[in-house]
């Protein structure tokens, strides 16, 4: 069964700074890796997504992720952080190939940025 | 294209009484998922459907939990009876399963059971 690791409840980071939020995986085959974010009373948007070739995935708001298959890690990380980053961050994961259907989640991260 | 549509979004309703969610996917897309999303448990995937067939429904929590899919532009959640436990907020998302794109998600239905 796959599964999906977010370690830290909450992250903290004061406006400016480098963020990283942090997800590990654990799947069959070749995964297919997914950020979201959910701002409050909202459903969950897509941010990016991991299906195959560079590691260094790029997306949306200056958001991007770090795919390590020896690490089976997929964190998500923004150069600098802005205040109106805060919200809830699910890290996603579904099993590579034809048939794949089930986007399993991680609990998600609440990050915080300080003004 | 308006994005997943449910409805309501929110519904407060009493201990016993039937509830049903309602969920209108994207147009095109072939794959729906219906999450639940408490504190407690976070984001549980209840059930998804391909092409209009169930596939996977080990996530719903009961019997009293029920979900169709009579055609390919609209879904229902249904709980008879209703719970305090089941309060929560309740997602439907789509996507294009064989394509193994991104998923899209409705701005969810907010459940009171008092």
């Known amino acids: 069964a796959q599964s999906v690791a977010q370690p830290e409840d909450q992250v903290n980071v004061a406006e400016g700074n480098p963020l990283t939020v942090k997800c590990t995986y654990s799947?069959?085959?070749?995964?297919?890796l997914f950020w979201y974010v959910q701002y409050p009373n909202r459903g969950l948007q897509f941010l990016l997504k991991?299906?195959?070739?560079?590691?260094l995935v790029k997306g949306s708001y200056g958001f991007e992720a770090e795919f390590n298959k020896s690490q089976t890690s997929f964190h998500l990380k923004k150069p600098s952080a802005l205040v109106s980053d805060s919200a809830l961050y699910f890290c996603?994961?579904?099993?590579?190939?034809?048939?794949?259907?089930?986007?399993?989640f991680g609990k998600g991260t609440k990050l915080s940025v300080i003004p | 294209d308006a994005g997943v549509i449910q409805s309501p979004r929110h519904e407060v309703t009493e201990m016993g009484q039937e509830v049903t969610l309602r969920c209108k996917p994207i147009?095109?897309?072939?794959?729906l998922f219906w999450y639940r999303q408490t504190m407690m448990r976070g984001l549980e995937l209840l059930i998804y459907?391909?092409?209009?067939?169930?596939?996977?429904d080990s996530g719903m929590p009961e019997d009293r939990f029920s979900a169709k899919m009579p055609n390919a532009s609209f879904s229902t959640l249904k709980i008879q009876p209703s719970e305090p436990r089941d309060s929560a907020v309740y997602f439907c998302?789509?996507?294009?399963?064989?394509?193994?794109?991104?998923?899209?998600f409705g701005q969810g239905t907010r459940l009171t059971v008092v």
């Open positions: 799947v069959s085959g070749n995964p297919y």
């Open positions: 998302a789509s996507n294009q399963a064989r394509r193994n794109t991104e998923a899209f």
């Open positions: 147009s095109g897309h072939n794959s």
């Open positions: 991991y299906i195959t070739g560079d590691n």
């Open positions: 459907f391909n092409n209009n067939v169930p596939i996977d």
């Open positions: 996603a994961v579904t099993p590579g190939g034809a048939g794949s259907y089930q986007l399993t």
